[in-house]
T-cell receptor, first 113, second 111 residues
Framework: EAQVTQNPRYLITVTGKKLTVTCSQN?????MSWYRQDPGLGLRQIYY???????DKGDVPEGYKVSRKEKRNFPLILESPSPNQTSLYFC????????????FGPGTRLTVT | QKEVEQNSGPLSVPEGAIASLNCTYS??????FFWYRQYSGKSPELIMS????GDKEDGRFTAQLNKASQYVSLLIRDSQPSDSATYLC???????????FGPGTRLSVLP
């Protein structure tokens, strides 16, 4: 089954404790992206990657890091999480450079206390 | 800063009516336009994509694009209660520039 998976689905952590949210897709997609979704603000792109070792900032990259060492994986790293990073996070992938449908993962609800 | 705007709603329509959702965007270089549907607590799923001016129909859904006026709309005919969701407009520029989503319009179809 074609899918994007994210782990964990729910995470409660404390300020400053490094965490990683994993994202993996099995569709051999080149393009992957991370979004955060907040009430009233919609989906905002954090980082995206057009292929292995190629990443770029989206609209809200501050406080986040990403890496793309393999085509299928695109982890999101929060080196020192803060309460304003409490949000719902989605990973997405697409077959080409954004001109095609993005497939979204199930989401990760992160709470930073 | 590229912007995509939508009426937040909620937009309420009776069952069987036509629901009309609108979206405007600021970047004239935008090339690809998408409508996603998102049920509460779920991930977005693609409804329609449109790339050229005019109308594109798929079942009960019609997307309309007017690049000169920088707007894209989604019409849902014969609305059903199962169409009740938040509808997100997304815009993408050339060569894989980052996607920009609108804040979404919440649609409620009343039985």
């Amino acid at each position: 089954e074609a899918q994007v998976t994210q782990n964990p689905r729910y995470l409660i952590t404390v300020t400053g404790k490094k965490l990683t949210v994993t994202c993996s897709q099995n569709m051999n997609h080149e393009y992957m992206s991370w979004y955060r979704q907040d009430p009233g603000l919609g989906l905002r792109q954090i980082y995206y990657s057009m292929n292995v070792e190629v990443t770029d900032k989206g609209d809200v990259p501050e406080g986040y890091k990403v890496s793309r060492k393999e085509k299928r994986n695109f982890p999101l790293i929060l080196e020192s999480p803060s309460p304003n990073q409490t949000s719902l996070y989605f990973c997405a992938s697409s077959s080409r450079q954004g001109a095609h449908e993005q497939y979204f993962g199930p989401g990760t609800r992160l709470t930073v206390t | 800063q590229k912007e995509v705007e939508q009426n937040s709603g909620p937009l309420s329509v009776p069952e069987g009516a036509i629901a009309s959702l609108n979206c405007t965007y600021s970047d004239r270089g935008s090339q690809s336009f998408f409508w996603y549907r998102q049920y509460s607590g779920k991930s977005p799923e693609l409804i329609m994509s449109i790339y050229s001016n005019g109308d594109k129909e798929d079942g009960r859904f019609t997307a309309q694009l007017n690049k000169a006026s920088q707007y894209v709309s989604l019409l849902i005919r014969d609305s059903q209660p199962s169409d009740s969701a938040t509808y997100l407009c997304a815009v993408n520029g050339n060569y894989g520039q980052n996607f920009v989503f609108g804040p979404g319009t919440r649609l409620s179809v009343l039985p």
